[in-house]
């Protein structure tokens, strides 16, 4: 009898086995739904309005503006009626008017950033110094004045002059005058317009002005300082549209 039993008792074993051999695909499935449920229920309860404006206020002071961005219109999505919203909007707005500000702080220094360059008008250019008294724009480049009468050139259609009055002072007789360039912005870099031209300012008379007599007044081996008169036409259209600049280079 009692091995009967065992046998009765292993083949119900079995049996059992056989009948619950691991969940079914749909009992399977039915646990995943249960567990991502479950899952996303968590999640939501530690995402409170509350935690989302902490994240976006971290990342606000971090100058991540755009996860801040991201954590703070998902906030004003799920709870818009929140205290938490009405803050985050205003956090949004803080974020918007410093990217607005930034944006152009940028954009003037792209394009009229060389303005912060300390202007010099007295510089030592190897062995000249060259002061600048005066730059203008204007019509007419005048020059070679003796007193009576001047030279000039005038502009043509579509140009200005832009003008500078120097004076250069020589340590030497035979000194190299340094090039004086003028730039304009463009795209956020110094474009080349091109270079001014020299001529002398004054002349003692007309005699010397057309080389009857010696000025010394205008030769360095006599005279240490003398005035100059420089000038460049260019277009209109960049002097009314573009940051123009004049810059002496230190080395040619």
Not at 29 to 50: F, G, I, M, R
Not at 68 to 79: D, V
Not at 235 to 243: F, Q
Not at 246 to 252: D, G, I, L, S, T
Request: proline letters at 3%.
């Amino acid at each position: 009898m009692r091995n009967t039993y065992l046998v009765i008792l292993i083949l119900a074993i079995l049996t059992s086995c056989k009948t619950n051999d691991g969940p079914k695909v749909e009992d399977y499935t039915k646990l995943q739904k249960e567990l991502a449920d479950c899952k996303k229920t968590v999640e939501e309860l530690s995402n409170t309005p509350q935690l989302r404006l902490i994240n976006g206020q971290q990342f606000f002071a971090k100058n991540d503006f755009a996860s801040a961005r991201k954590e703070l219109n998902g906030l004003i999505e799920k709870y818009p009626v929140s205290e938490e919203a009405k803050k985050a909007t205003m956090l949004l707005s803080d974020i918007e008017k410093i990217e607005t500000e930034r944006k152009e702080a940028e954009e003037r220094k792209r394009t009229l950033g060389y303005k912060a360059l300390k202007e010099s008008n007295t510089l030592l250019i190897g062995d000249v110094t060259i002061k600048f008294n005066s730059i203008s724009i204007g019509g007419q480049w005048i020059f070679d004045n003796y007193g009576t009468e001047w030279r000039y050139r005038s502009a043509e259609r579509g140009e200005i002059y832009v003008l500078s009055k120097i004076s250069i002072s020589a340590e030497t007789k035979d000194p190299n005058l340094p090039p004086i360039l003028v730039f304009k912005i463009s795209n956020g870099a110094l474009s080349l317009l091109g270079t001014m031209g020299y001529e002398f300012s004054r002349w003692e008379n007309y005699g010397t002005y057309l080389g009857n007599n010696a000025d010394f007044s205008n030769d360095f081996a006599h005279t240490k300082t003398i005035p100059f008169s420089c000038g460049l036409s260019i277009s209109k259209n960049d002097i009314d549209n573009e940051a123009v600049f004049v810059v002496v280079k230190k080395a040619n």
